[in-house]
């Protein structure tokens, strides 16, 4: 790919490949483009954060359910551990944290 660029532009391209010590202009361009990348993800990150509802506050009453959430899926994991039917299921089914919204 080549990029035409006014002299301007190219004035202002090998200005940041000496000041910022990149090795060549492709470099600075590969630089630009990551950084736009990471800029379109984080943009859509907070889009999908806004759509998803109003925010939950999370007490230590959650954190409590969700230890106890655990305690009991690790409490029948150990009762029936070993089993080839439990092994299955295991593998099967990841562990869904849920959100309980505040009172």
Same mark, same amino acid.
């Given at each position: 790919?080549? =990029?035409?660029? +006014?002299?301007?532009?190219?004035? $202002?391209?090998?200005?940041?490949? &000496?000041?910022?010590?990149?090795?060549? &202009?492709?470099?600075?361009? #590969?630089?630009? =483009?990551? #950084?736009?990348?990471? #800029?379109?993800? $984080?943009? /859509?990150?907070?889009? &999908?954060?806004?759509?998803?509802? +109003?925010?939950?506050?999370?007490?230590? /009453?959650? $954190?409590?359910?969700?230890?106890?959430? =655990? &305690?009991?899926?690790?409490?029948?994991? /150990?009762?029936?551990?070993?089993? +080839?039917?439990?092994?299955?299921?295991?593998?099967?089914? +990841?562990?869904?944290?849920?959100?309980?919204? /505040?009172?």
């Amino acid at each position: 790919m080549n =990029i035409s660029l +006014p002299a301007e532009m190219k004035a $202002f391209v090998d200005a940041q490949v &000496a000041d910022r010590r990149y090795g060549n &202009a492709s470099e600075y361009m #590969r630089d630009l =483009i990551r #950084r736009e990348l990471a #800029r379109e993800r $984080f943009r /859509a990150a907070i889009l &999908a954060g806004l759509e998803s509802g +109003p925010a939950v506050e999370w007490t230590s /009453a959650h $954190f409590d359910d969700l230890r106890a959430e =655990i &305690a009991r899926a690790e409490a029948a994991n /150990a009762n029936t551990a070993g089993t +080839p039917a439990a092994d299955r299921k295991m593998r099967r089914t +990841p562990v869904k944290a849920t959100r309980k919204r /505040a009172a």
